[in-house]
């Protein structure tokens, strides 16, 4: 019997891009890459991705989305796209094995017509010792300043740049707005918004395999960019200990990440909150199960729980760990979970970074309802 679409998690395969900047170390997290190739990225739930398992296999995520996209994204994937019928949350995995361009992305105002805006998260899976992040521009720094480094378009926007070293297990939340770069030795996993509008600011002068440089943007970036925002990784809240380790590491309106460290035999469940999850596991092995069906996963597979699919709980084969991304209750998902773990309001609101966000779900939460979240400017 044929389940019912958007009751059950099931496997994407991931798009493994080639880059100029890119590298070969996606294989240690199980990513099966193709000789000779440098491949920068992993795209795991782009609308192109490709269903693994069940009878809609070989369908892409955007075709499962458009035949049922209550039961796929729900109420709160809708809200996140502006009615649009687009899975809401675009996840990667990057090898910077050199640095990569220095860009910005712009907000939900002032995106090109019918597209999203693009606020993201980077949490840091390895590095090398001098592996560094830049994130905002050094105060005082002037828009002038910048744009004139940016037009020389041969490295000179580096010494204006505010560099924070890239430190495994750290998480930043990345506003639109934000001026920032991905340096080398860095591999990091994305979560964003379902958005492919990048402007690029400065390539450093790198050419592509024809010998051509890639595109700038630097008079639609310059519209977008926030001169004062400056990101901080983000303290994460330990929401649980023991056999099943779960840490909140960032949320807003448009996402939330949380990881999970399994022993083995131990299980976690998932709660679907009326929109989708992402499931993505770093090691080990386990089970995603629905009550109408379930996927295996191993270590650089994914799997995506529709909205409909309501609780799914994860068992762990091995030891195990996970990153899960969805769309977050910001009362319930985020501050009452993060209330009873003992977590001070302080470190709670510290998870959206610099978005008022969480600020507001615990000043009023009767005055900002949780489900209106994702609808504020």
Partial sequence: MTLPLGLHPFRVEARLDDKPWGGRLLAGFGFPLPRGRLIGEAVITAPDAIVVDGAHAGSTLQDLVSLNPAGMIGKRGLSATGA???????????????????????????????????????????????????????????????????????????????????????????????????????????????????????????????????????????????LESRPEPITPILLSTGQCRRSLLTACRYLALEKLDLEAGASAAIIASDGPNVVTLLAGAAHVEASHGGVELVAGETAIIPAAADVCTIHAHHSTTLLRAWIP????????????????DEQIMSLAGALPDLRQQVAEPDLVPATQALDRD
Avoid: M
């Fill in 84 to 226: 649009r019928n687009l899975f809401p949350l675009l996840v990667k995995v990057i090898d910077a094995a050199q640095t990569l361009s220095v860009q910005v992305h712009p907000d939900d105002d002032r995106a090109p017509p019918g597209h999203l805006g693009k606020t993201e998260a980077y949490h840091v899976l390895r590095a090398e010792p001098e592996g560094r992040i830049a994130l905002g521009l050094e105060p005082g720094v002037s828009a002038a300043e910048f744009a004139t480094a940016c037009r020389a378009g041969d490295g000179a926007t580096n010494r204006l740049l505010r560099w924070l070293p890239a430190i495994p297990g750290e998480t930043i939340l990345i506003p639109a707005g934000t001026v920032h770069a991905l340096g080398g030795g860095c591999i990091v996993y994305e979560v964003q918004q379902q958005s492919d509008v990048t402007y690029r600011f400065d390539d450093g002068g790198r050419r592509d395999s024809r010998g051509q440089r890639r595109q700038l943007h630097v008079d639609d970036g310059l519209r977008v960019l926030d």
């Fill in 329 to 344: 209750d910001l009362q319930d998902d985020i501050v009452k979970a993060g209330r009873a773990a003992g977590a001070k």
